[in-house]
């Protein structure tokens, strides 16, 4: 595990923490009829959090960027829509 490459730590509220073990809890209850203790829920969060977060993160601001210069080609021929004919 040492030869793996570290991930910024995207940094959760003590409150979204909590939502998110109870719904790891809730997971697998509900899916593989499991309890899980305190400290797996906290080892999946982390992994979570230093692993995956990190990358679905990068995603959304990929996706915001695409729909944002998609957004600003429509200002730029709706900013010509806006042209009078000049006599």
């Known amino acids: 595990m040492k030869n793996r490459k570290m991930i910024p730590q995207i940094k959760l509220s003590d409150a979204q923490k909590k939502q998110l073990n109870d719904e790891i809890k809730a997971f697998y209850l509900d899916e593989r009829g499991e309890e899980i203790g305190i400290i797996?829920?906290?080892?999946?969060?982390?992994?979570f959090e230093q692993k995956m977060a990190p990358i679905i993160y990068n995603r959304a601001l990929d996706?915001?960027?695409?729909?944002?210069t998609q957004m600003m080609e429509n200002v730029d021929?709706?900013?010509?829509t806006l042209y009078?004919?000049?006599?």
Request: proline share 0%.
């Open 40 to 47: 797996e829920q906290m080892q999946l969060l982390e992994l």
């Open 84 to 87: 009078k004919v000049e006599n």
């Open 63 to 68: 996706d915001a960027r695409q729909w944002f």
């Open 77 to 80: 021929s709706d900013y010509y």
